[in-house]
Structures are given as structure tokens and as C-alpha cells.
């Protein structure tokens, strides 16, 4: 017997709300978050001192922002989020863009089609760059995230030249390791 107008049903959802697709965002949320550097290394005061000359600070600026780059961004949002605090439309669309470029852009795995039509990576960051500056002249807070800006990279490049480099490791197992006898 034949089921005439039956509309066939795919056993995966959306690629938003597929379940596998939540598990690998959680995932690489994680997997980001555990890049992250201990705080105590971090702002040891005994790693902190001026470099010897322009070479010395910067190959500390370099290596200090490929350790430290999770905790560089991390300090930068937050200056950010305290930045919006007085402006709590802006805040609010500030965290839905958040969301658009996480899904959109950093944690797809497959390439966004729209009426059978492929879409590369460039149109996507070009898109999502140009909603997001209209957006934010729209909500009258750029003055607010450029100043926070501004101030985060001068803390991170302040950061970045005082802290020695001698102990950090850029590779994982040494990491770990030093990491755990903190």
C-alpha cells in the first residue's frame, strides 16, 4: 500500500539545532576556554620586568600574545561588556551578534547554501562585518567599544612587554605540566 501525499521527514533537524552540531559547539567552547592560560602565571610579579631593548620586547609581545591569547580576549570582552553596561539596548545586540558570528561563522562545519547556491567563507565574513559596523553606528555606543578597544590593547601590549618569557611553554604536555605544579 502506497502513502500518496505523505510528506517525507529527514531524521536530522536544522544544522542549528542538530543535536551533534550543540555537542561540537559546546565542544569547542571548551575546548577554547581550556587554551586558556592560569591567571597566577599570568600576573606573576616575579616574571615581570622591563625588556632589554626594542628586539627583546618585541619577541616578548609575540610570544606572550600566542601564550596569553585566550586570556588577552577574555580581558578584552570584559572591558568591552563594562564598556555597554550604561547602554543596555546596545548590550543586548551586542550579544546577539555575538551569537550570529559564533554560528555562522566560527562553528559551522558545513558551508551555508541559500536557494541551492553555495556561500564562501569571504561573503560570509564580509557580511557579517558589515551588519555588525551598521549595527553598532545604529546603536550609538562605537565611541564606548572603541575606547574599550583601545584600552584592552594597551593593557594586553603593556602586558605583553613587561612579562618575561624565559618560563612560559608553548606546547601543550609543558604547559600542563607547569600549569599543574601552580
Not at 588577552?72 to 545586540?93: C, D, G, N, R
Request: hydrophobic share 50%; net charge neutral; charged share 15%.
Amino acid at each position: 500500500m502506497t502513502n500518496y501525499g505523505a510528506i517525507p521527514t529527514s531524521s536530522h533537524g536544522s544544522p542549528v539545532m542538530d543535536p551533534d552540531s550543540i555537542s561540537r559547539a559546546k565542544q569547542r567552547i571548551k575546548d577554547g576556554l581550556a587554551m586558556s592560560r592560569s591567571w597566577r602565571v599570568m600576573f606573576d610579579l616575579h616574571c615581570m620586568r622591563l625588556p632589554h631593548g626594542v628586539s627583546d620586547a618585541f619577541s616578548r609581545i609575540k610570544k606572550n600574545l600566542s601564550y596569553f591569547q585566550t586570556n588577552y580576549a577574555i580581558i578584552v570582552l570584559v572591558l568591552i561588556f563594562f564598556s555597554l553596561i550604561k547602554h543596555p539596548t546596545s548590550l543586548i545586540v551586542l550579544t546577539v551578534l555575538v551569537f550570529v558570528w559564533i554560528f555562522l561563522y566560527f562553528f559551522r562545519d558545513e558551508p551555508i547554501k541559500v536557494f541551492r547556491y553555495q556561500i564562501d567563507d569571504h561573503t560570509v565574513l564580509v557580511c557579517l562585518s558589515v551588519i555588525t559596523i551598521v549595527l553598532l553606528f545604529l546603536t550609538d555606543v562605537t565611541l564606548n567599544l572603541v575606547g574599550a578597544l583601545v584600552t584592552g590593547a594597551v593593557l594586553v601590549l603593556i602586558h605583553a612587554v613587561v612579562r618575561k618569557t624565559e618560563d612560559l611553554f608553548l606546547d601543550g604536555e609543558a604547559a600542563t605540566a607547569e600549569t599543574i605544579q601552580v
